[in-house]
């Protein structure tokens, strides 16, 4: 069984999301604060009633609420707001989950619903009291509040275990430990054992309650204990705790070669939490596994012996992964990938198969820096990327183009690869190219999907419309003047770049053999120099 949507109402940074989901793997990507961890945190507390490793019974506030959804309850204290998560699955042959009990209100969908929301039956009369001085409402009363987890059947008997789809939530930032124990670990291992295992474990665990008991030490111990004890009649004593059925859970602690699990590196737990949780065996449970950026704490190789880990042998598990990896993304393929931006979703799955393939086995381009920024100038190198970011400082005062959300990407060759994904997030882009002296092939049929009637409002193409030729050679070959070099001094005078270079060449041509063998450390100087410079006119048009 998967889930085929989750539709979030009130919680957190969502006033409204519904997302569909593929049944393999997802990958969540987003600028900070996009909601990429509250939809993890949604459907695990949705399938597990757990938040942050506890139950969220006893852990309600008001800070679960929307803030623009409190903000109208204030307005108007007569409308009490709601939380609602509600898990579709794909599966629609369990008839306990099976009904119309949904947001949509369709008949024969599969799910679960869990809400937070106002306990009318037991508060009503009491909150009826404080509407009557609605001035001194300045907070939400979460103590009236109570949680309700049904079925779509309307089945209010819903527990974590009997939801089919078994959640397991890795997050290598932080830890919630439980006695010393791995709360998200001790539940993957749980989950891989069947009842006759669980009942061997809970067996060793009581005699070890006999032994501690029996201990010689101990009898001595507790004898002094009763001496000191005068307020009570009854017997105390130091024992195990044995009190729940799974004790060992909470009491026993996982090893790694001898040492306890939260003392290994917290790279190493996250690949120990997802190895396990991939290995879920169980053939009548499905298994979702959520894994909150994984590329923390991780080295390059780790991940990328991760990132195998979770694609080999997996294609019947769900898998929703949230990340700031554009190699995490790449890796796993950009088909799979949901954008979250303004709270809405838009998804790269019709990217065509050879850039899909193209990323995914060329991992290090950036193209979730394309993704994520507000503009993205495209350029070929760092000597261009420098140049490009002294113009901007040039024209703004010293800001570099980043501290306007403007990111200048050095893409090689890849220039038509990330424009298809441009096209698709409708991000606004500027490509800077040169011409090498042929705007036909170069220009206007490498690039014929964007200009003249073809063009995009939000696509841009910037070169040099004139050709410039000479007689340089450099070897046997003729020198190139239509390149970023040549275009920078022909717009300023051969003494300025002299005295910028610290040359002092007495042609043009000697500067310009200089330019073409020194190409990223003249970049460098001219982003540097305090030199007033000119810039070509299609770098300018470009940083508009």
């Known amino acids: 069984m998967k889930i085929k949507k989750v539709y979030i109402e009130n919680f957190k940074s969502f006033k409204k999301l519904e997302l569909d989901l593929d049944g393999g793997i997802n990958i969540l990507v987003g600028n900070n604060e996009a909601g990429k961890s509250t939809i993890l945190e949604a459907i695990h507390l949705a399938l597990t009633g757990l938040l942050n490793g506890k139950y969220l019974r006893n852990e309600l506030t008001e800070y679960l609420f929307n803030v623009e959804c409190i903000q109208e309850y204030l307005e108007n204290p007569k409308n009490l707001p709601y939380i609602l998560i509600e898990i579709f699955f794909e599966d629609e042959s369990y008839p306990k989950f099976e009904g119309s009990s949904n947001y949509e209100k369709r008949d024969k969908e599969s799910g679960v619903s869990f809400k937070i929301a106002f306990d009318e039956k037991k508060y009503q009369n009491e909150y009826n009291e404080i509407l009557k001085d609605k001035a001194s409402i300045k907070t939400l009363p979460i103590e009236y509040y109570d949680i309700y987890w049904t079925s779509f059947a309307r089945d209010d008997s819903i527990t974590s275990r009997s939801i089919p789809i078994k959640s397991a939530f890795i997050d290598s930032s932080s830890n919630r430990f439980q006695n010393g124990s791995d709360v998200y670990l001790s539940r993957i291992i749980r989950e891989n054992l069947d009842e006759n295992d669980l009942v061997k474990i809970s067996q060793a665990h009581r005699k070890m309650r006999d032994v501690f008991m029996e201990d010689e030490s101990i009898q001595i111990i507790n004898a002094k204990v009763k001496t000191h004890s005068t307020l009570t009649a009854k017997e105390l004593a130091l024992s195990v705790e044995l009190v729940s059925k799974n004790a060992w859970e909470s009491s026993l602690m996982t090893y790694f070669d001898d040492i306890p699990f939260h003392y290994v590196g917290k790279g190493e737990q996250c690949i120990i939490k997802t190895d396990l949780a991939l290995s879920h065996k169980k053939s009548k449970e499905s298994n979702l596994l959520l894994i909150e950026e994984p590329e923390n704490h991780l080295s390059h190789t780790k991940l990328n012996a991760l990132i195998n880990k979770i694609k080999s042998g997996n294609e019947d598990k769900q898998i929703i992964i949230s990340t700031h990896s554009s190699f ?217």
């Not at 002299?498 to 190409?519: A, P, Q």
């Open 328 to 544: 995490v993304a790449n890796k796993l393929g950009l088909e799979h990938l949901i954008f979250l931006h303004d709270k809405q979703t838009t998804r790269l799955n019709q990217l065509s198969s050879d850039t899909q393939k193209f990323f995914e086995k060329i991992a290090g381009y950036d193209t979730l820096r394309l993704i994520l920024c507000k503009k993205a100038i495209l350029v070929e190198g760092d000597s261009d990327e420098l140049v490009i970011q002294k113009a901007y400082m040039l024209q703004n005062n010293g800001k570099l183009p980043i501290e306007d959300e403007i990111d200048v990407i050095s893409v090689g060759i890849a220039f038509k690869r990330f424009l298809e994904i441009a096209e698709k997030i409708n991000k606004e882009v500027v490509v800077v190219t040169d011409t090498d002296g042929d705007i036909q092939k170069n220009i206007n049929d490498k690039y014929v999907d964007y200009l003249g009637v073809n063009a995009k409002s939000s696509i841009k193409i910037c070169f040099d419309g004139t050709v410039d030729t000479g007689g340089l050679m450099i070897g046997s070959k003729p020198y190139n003047y239509n390149t970023l070099e040549p275009k920078i001094l022909k717009s300023n005078s051969l003494s300025k770049l002299n005295t910028i270079f610290g040359t002092s060449y007495t042609t043009e041509d000697e500067l310009r053999k200089y330019m073409k063998s020194k190409k990223t450390e003249c970049a460098l100087k001219i982003f540097d120099t305090q030199e007033d410079m000119v810039f070509p006119d299609y770098i300018m048009e470009a940083i508009k």
